[in-house]
């Protein structure tokens, strides 16, 4: 059974850092691209930042360019989002996300294995 279980959430004010986990279980996914998504109340999903399987290519959305980082470690079975200057609009329930399919660059949309997500509160 594949399990991804994020971890790293919390409150921190204007400004702060977190930096949140996903660890992967069930299966390795050393082959597949690798991402983060969030959705704050009353909004669509969207994705944050994803990363191809190798970690030689990663996707951020405008609005985190600057500000995260997205890594991998293959060993670990593992995602991280490093999460600098976070502002209140980034309050939202950030979820993880595994491609179904192997060897791709970027996550799809929907098509993807999916963690429960940790909740991330920014105040200002």
């Known amino acids: 059974q594949v399990q991804l279980v994020e971890s790293g959430g919390g409150l921190v004010q204007a400004g702060g850092s977190l930096r949140l986990s996903c660890a992967a279980s069930?299966?390795?996914?050393?082959?597949?691209?690798m991402g983060w998504f969030r959705q704050a109340p009353g909004k669509e999903r969207e994705v944050v930042a994803d990363?191809?399987?190798?970690?030689?290519?990663?996707y951020y959305a405008d609005f985190v360019k600057g500000r995260f980082t997205i890594s991998r470690d293959n060993a670990k079975n593992t995602v991280y989002l490093q999460m600098n200057g976070l502002r209140p609009e980034d309050t939202a329930v950030y979820s993880c996300?595994?491609?179904?399919?192997?060897?791709?660059?970027?996550?799809?949309?929907?098509?993807?294995?999916w963690g429960q997500g940790t909740q991330v509160t920014v105040s200002s």
């Open positions: 069930g299966r390795t996914f050393s082959n597949h691209a």
């Open positions: 990363i191809s399987w190798s970690g030689s290519s990663t």
């Open positions: 996300a595994a491609a179904r399919r192997p060897y791709g660059s970027r996550v799809d949309g929907e098509n993807n294995y």
